[in-house]
């Protein structure tokens, strides 16, 4: 009886893994893969990210971006829908705030800086239309793998896409 119990629960835990790694589509976003941190921390570099900004990475997964701009800026912020890697993230990333919830719904009105690794057209254009109607002018967009369509791109390098809104 227990060994059923002990493969029940070890069955729904990695059903719960392999689920959470593509869920996150039902709510709009990409799946789940980690941006490396040296192309993180490459992406802020050719983004010119200041101390004083404002920067979010919405979906931020494990925290890997969030991490490198911590060194580099005072106000870094996160959204992540999933919680065991919002979990993961709050730990990892002790100096940013990472909100637990879906990027859709965050007010992103105080950003200066917005990193995004999700997926290119449909995902990628709802992301820039909620950018655009509630960010300023000139807010900076870093998009890793994905180019974002009908934006003027400013600078670009190993797979990093820069743009002003
Ligand atoms: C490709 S991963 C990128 C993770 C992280 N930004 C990085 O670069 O390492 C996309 C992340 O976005 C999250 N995500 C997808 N849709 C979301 C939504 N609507 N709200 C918040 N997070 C979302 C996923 O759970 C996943 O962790």
């Given at each position: 009886?227990?060994?059923?119990?002990?493969?029940?629960?070890?069955?729904v835990v990695?059903?719960?893994?392999?689920?959470?790694?593509?869920?996150?589509?039902?709510?709009?976003?990409?799946?789940?893969?980690?941006?490396?941190?040296?192309?993180?921390?490459?992406?802020?570099?050719?983004?010119?990210?200041?101390?004083?900004?404002?920067?979010?990475?919405?979906?931020?997964?494990?925290?890997?971006?969030?991490?490198?701009?911590?060194?580099?800026?005072?106000?870094?912020?996160?959204?992540?829908?999933?919680p065991?890697?919002?979990?993961?993230?709050?730990?990892?990333?002790r100096?940013?705030?990472?909100?637990?919830?879906?990027?859709f719904?965050q007010?992103?009105?105080?950003?200066?800086?917005?990193?995004?690794?999700?997926?290119?057209?449909?995902i990628?254009?709802?992301?820039?239309?909620?950018?655009?109607?509630?960010?300023?002018?000139?807010?900076?967009?870093?998009?890793?793998y994905?180019?974002i369509?009908?934006?003027?791109?400013v600078?670009?390098?190993?797979?990093?896409?820069?743009?002003k809104?």
């Amino acid at each position: 009886m227990s060994m059923i119990v002990i493969i029940s629960v070890i069955v729904v835990v990695v059903a719960y893994i392999i689920a959470s790694l593509y869920y996150p589509m039902l709510a709009g976003g990409a799946a789940y893969g980690p941006t490396p941190r040296k192309i993180a921390a490459e992406a802020l570099k050719l983004a010119d990210l200041k101390k004083d900004e404002v920067f979010y990475d919405l979906g931020c997964g494990t925290g890997e971006a969030l991490i490198e701009a911590s060194k580099l800026c005072d106000h870094v912020k996160g959204v992540e829908i999933e919680p065991i890697r919002w979990c993961i993230a709050k730990l990892r990333a002790r100096k940013a705030r990472v909100i637990l919830g879906n990027l859709f719904k965050q007010n992103i009105s105080d950003a200066d800086v917005i990193f995004i690794f999700q997926y290119q057209g449909r995902i990628n254009n709802r992301i820039v239309m909620k950018i655009k109607a509630e960010t300023r002018s000139e807010t900076t967009i870093i998009s890793y793998y994905h180019p974002i369509e009908n934006m003027k791109l400013v600078k670009s390098q190993n797979e990093i896409f820069i743009y002003k809104t």
